[in-house]
């Protein structure tokens, strides 16, 4: 899961869909485009909003995508076109690109539809997020528990 600074989007949709699978053997993990909160915990609202539905993302820390991440994840989902941009633009080759797609690409194939920055939309717009990674996280889990 990535997004630009790892604090807000990507913790929560790594929690979200971390929750959900703790019964798999998937690993999942959270990166920011961008080195601004590298070791910072989430964004307290993040905190909060996964902790009203019983998700604990506080232990996380932000950290910046790299490019052996492609080695070592199947997937790699992005929250908007600059992420997508910026993730691609690391890519050694066509089969790191093909790992690289939209989250809301889950609900909406090929839609490209971008998971809003709630940083500065108070606390609805975490709400919001939130409603929006839990159900293509949901879409996700499908596909991870009936080998899809």
Do not use: W
Request: aromatic share 8%.
């Amino acid at each position: 899961m990535v997004c630009l600074g790892n604090i807000c989007r990507s913790p929560l949709a790594e929690g979200i869909l971390r929750e959900k699978l703790k019964d798999t053997d998937a690993e999942v993990d959270s990166a920011g485009t961008s080195s601004y909160h590298v070791d910072e915990a989430p964004d307290p609202r993040a905190i909060k909003i996964g902790r009203k539905y019983g998700v604990n993302i506080s232990d996380l820390r932000g950290r910046q995508f790299t490019v052996s991440d492609f080695d070592r994840f199947d997937r790699i989902y992005v929250m908007d076109e600059s992420n997508y941009a910026n993730v691609v633009e690391l890519a050694r080759n066509e089969a790191d690109k093909n790992k690289v797609d939209f989250l809301l690409n889950e609900l909406e194939p090929s839609s490209n539809r971008e998971v809003p920055d709630p940083y500065f939309g108070g606390d609805q717009g975490f709400e919001n997020v939130y409603r929006l990674l839990d159900q293509a996280t949901d879409e996700i889990t499908k596909k991870v528990k009936h080998g899809g």
